[in-house]
T-cell receptor, first 110, second 114 residues
Framework: RKEVEQDPGPFNVPEGATVAFNCTYS??????FFWYRQDCRKEPKLLMS???SGNEDGRFTAQLNRASQYISLLIRDSKLSDSATYLC???????????FGRGTSLIVHP | GAVVSQHPSRVICKSGTSVKIECRSL??????MFWYRQFPKQSLMLMAT?????????EQGVEKDKFLINHASLTLSTLTVTSAHPEDSSFYIC??????????FGEGSWLTVV
């Protein structure tokens, strides 16, 4: 089983739609969780950290379920500019070495 | 603005030659940097951890003699792909942690070996 698993997609949605991605991780000692966004042929950029209590940033909501070992990302009112690959990133406690999921591709069409 | 700069962004080289990629931390010192490789539609795979003033730590399956890493200063790490072959063509990217667990990536380097 891979350490961090994501559905690669692509998720093809119309503008204005709500879309959700999940990511599962195998290391129960993982302490830090992030969602990164990667545009085609570009470096990943931090979208948001994921906290145990869940957190929201505008149209984006991230949640963590430690018992089931998964994190989620919800995007509301999708924009064309949201089209990208979303990477799930997990880090064990006390480590600066992250483990990346393979990413979920989102395509938002008019 | 960028806090980690990587150069070159794109490079094409002939089989058998060597290519050097630079990763610089801007405005901060990085005792540790990381090198990743990403094939199309695949996740970032950690190749090695670059430690300033000491040898890099390579991940399993990564040939240290082929991917030479030098971290001679607190702001510069280099990755040299030696005797490059077409299968080495990939997206190479470096990163450095700054505060807490925030990861800062370089812009990445596209290597094409012909």
């Amino acid at each position: 089983r891979k350490e961090v698993e994501q559905d690669p997609g692509p998720f093809n949605v119309p503008e204005g739609a709500t879309v959700a991605f999940n990511c599962t991780y195998s290391n129960s000692a993982s302490q830090s969780f992030f969602w990164y966004r990667q545009d085609c042929r570009k470096e990943p950029k931090l979208l948001m950290s994921v906290y145990s209590s869940g957190n929201e940033d505008g149209r984006f909501t991230a949640q963590l379920n430690r018992a089931s070992q998964y994190i989620s990302l919800l995007i509301r009112d999708s924009k064309l500019s949201d089209s990208a690959t979303y990477l799930c990133v997990v880090m064990p406690g006390g480590s600066y070495i992250p483990t990346f999921g393979r990413g979920t591709s989102l395509i938002v069409h008019p | 603005g960028a806090v980690v700069s990587q150069h070159p962004s794109r490079v094409i080289c002939k089989s058998g030659t060597s290519v050097k990629i630079e990763c610089r931390s801007l405005d901060f010192q990085a005792t540790t940097m990381f090198w990743y490789r990403q094939f199309p539609k695949q996740s970032l795979m950690l190749m090695a951890t670059s430690n300033e003033g000491s040898k890099a730590t390579y991940e399993q399956g990564v040939e240290k003699d082929k991917f030479l890493i030098n971290h001679a200063s607190l702001t510069l790490s280099t990755l040299t792909v030696t005797s490059a072959h077409p299968e080495d063509s990939s997206f190479y990217i470096c990163s450095a942690g700054l505060e807490g667990n925030t990861i800062y990536f370089g812009e990445g380097s596209w290597l094409t070996v012909v």
